[in-house]
């Protein structure tokens, strides 16, 4: 059973920044693409972006290019979301979600697409 933990958040400023990781076990990692989701109170929840197996392909919302970057280290079978220039609406618990396809295609920013989740991580920015 693939399991998924997520870590690394927490209350800042806006401004800061703030790196998000998501640890797989339980599945071969390289076999696996891996996404990240958030949902704000009262919101649904909405991709934030997606990198495959082997993280030479990463797709974003558009709104989140160049302040977020999602990479993997293969090798600690972790998933990083590097996020830069915090701002209010930034708050949200952040989700990692994984699946076995291992690469992008164009249904990918769906949640339901995705087997496996974690508890999630709350990220609070404070302005």
């Known amino acids: 059973q693939v399991h998924l933990v997520e870590s690394g958040g927490g209350l800042v400023q806006a401004g800061d920044s703030l790196r998000l990781s998501c640890a797989a076990s339980?599945?071969?990692?390289?076999?696996?693409?891996v996404a990240w989701f958030r949902q704000a109170p009262g919101k649904e929840r909405e991709f934030v972006a997606r990198?495959?197996?082997?993280?030479?392909?990463?797709r974003y919302r558009d709104s989140k290019k160049g302040r977020f970057t999602i990479s993997r280290d293969n090798a600690k079978n972790t998933v990083y979301l590097q996020m830069n220039s915090l701002a209010q609406e930034d708050t949200a618990v952040y989700y990692c979600?994984?699946?076995?396809?291992?690469?992008?295609?164009?249904?990918?920013?769906?949640?339901?697409?995705?087997?496996?989740w974690g508890q999630g991580t709350q990220v609070t920015v404070s302005s």
């Open positions: 979600a994984a699946d076995r396809t291992g690469h992008l295609y164009d249904d990918d920013w769906l949640s339901g697409m995705y087997e496996y």
């Open positions: 990198i495959s197996w082997s993280g030479d392909s990463t």
């Open positions: 339980g599945v071969t990692f390289s076999d696996i693409a």
